[in-house]
C-alpha cells in the first residue's frame, strides 16, 4: 500500500503541480500528528517502565521483572528512532515533490497532455 501512495504522490507532483501544492501541507500535518502520538505514546510507556524499573529495585524483585522492564524500554527507543527517521524521510520526499516542477522546469501555466 506504501509504494502506490509514493507513485501516486510523484504522479500528482509531476502531473498536476498546482493540486500537489495544495495537499502538500496536509499531508506534512498528518505525517507530524502521527509522529507526535507516536512519540507521546511511546514516552507513556517509557514512563511506566522506568517506574516499574524504580519500584522493583527498590523491593529486590525478581530479575525477569526487571529484564522485562528494560527490554519494553529499548523497544520504545527504538520505535521512536524508526519513526523519527521515517518522518525526516517523509518530509524530504515531499519537499523533493513540492519543488519537482522548478527542478524539471515545468510552467505553472501549462497542463501535461
Request: with cysteine; proline share 3%; hydrophobic share 50%.
Amino acid at each position: 500500500m506504501l509504494v502506490p501512495a509514493i507513485t501516486g504522490l510523484a504522479f500528482i507532483a509531476y502531473k498536476h503541480p498546482l493540486g500537489f501544492r495544495k495537499i502538500a501541507l496536509g499531508i506534512a500535518i498528518i505525517i507530524s500528528c502521527i509522529l507526535v502520538g507516536l512519540i507521546a505514546y511511546n514516552y507513556g510507556s517509557m514512563e511506566s517502565y522506568i517506574d516499574s524499573l524504580y519500584n522493583n529495585i527498590q523491593t529486590s524483585a525478581n530479575n525477569e521483572t526487571l529484564e522485562f522492564s528494560i527490554n519494553g524500554l529499548h523497544r520504545s527507543k527504538e520505535i521512536i528512532k524508526g519513526a523519527f527517521i521515517i518522518y525526516l524521510l517523509s518530509m524530504a520526499y515531499l519537499a523533493f515533490l513540492y519543488f519537482l516542477p522548478h527542478i524539471l522546469g515545468i510552467s505553472f501555466g501549462k497542463t501535461k497532455t
